[in-house]
C-alpha cells in the first residue's frame, strides 16, 4: 500500500504563484508514476501533470502547459507541482495520484491506483 498526502494549497491572486507537495509513504518504491488531477465545483475531475517515474516523461493539459511543471524529489519520494502565473478558472481541489502498474496512461484516472485526499487551491480574480 501506498500514502498519499498533499499539501501547498491555498487562497492567491491571479498571477501569482503555489506550490504543491504530495509526500508518498509505504511501498512508494514500487510506484511507476505520479500525476496531478483537479477537480472544480461542478465539474468532473480533470488531469493536469504527470511523469513516469523511470524514464521521467512528463505530461502536461494543454490548460496549464507552460504555466505549471511537474518534477519529483527522488530522495523523498516527492511529486512536486510548480504553478505560476495562476488563473481563477485554475480554482479547484488538486489531487495527487500514484501508479503502481507499470503500464497506464499517464493522462486517465483510471489508470492510478493510489490517491491523496485533495489540497483546495482558489485563485481570486
Known amino acids: 500500500q501506498v500514502q498519499l498526502v498533499e499539501s501547498g494549497g491555498g487562497l492567491v491572486q491571479a498571477g501569482a504563484s503555489l506550490r504543491l507537495s504530495c509526500a508518498t509513504s509505504?511501498?512508494?518504491?514500487?510506484?511507476?508514476?505520479m500525476g496531478w488531477f483537479r477537480q472544480a465545483p461542478g465539474k468532473e475531475r480533470e488531469f493536469v501533470a504527470a511523469?513516469?517515474?523511470?524514464?521521467?516523461?512528463?505530461f502536461y493539459a494543454d490548460s496549464v502547459k507552460g504555466r505549471f511543471t511537474i518534477s519529483r524529489d527522488g530522495a523523498k519520494n516527492t511529486a512536486l507541482l510548480q504553478m505560476n502565473s495562476l488563473k481563477p478558472e485554475d480554482t479547484a481541489l488538486y489531487y495527487c495520484?500514484?501508479?503502481?502498474?507499470?503500464?497506464?496512461?499517464?493522462?486517465?484516472?483510471?489508470?492510478?491506483?493510489?490517491w491523496g485526499q485533495g489540497t483546495q487551491v482558489t485563485v481570486s480574480s
Open positions: 495520484a500514484a501508479r503502481a502498474r507499470p503500464v497506464g496512461r499517464p493522462r486517465e484516472e483510471d489508470d492510478y491506483d493510489y
Open positions: 509505504g511501498r512508494s518504491g514500487s510506484l511507476y508514476g
Open positions: 511523469f513516469t517515474w523511470v524514464i521521467g516523461s512528463t
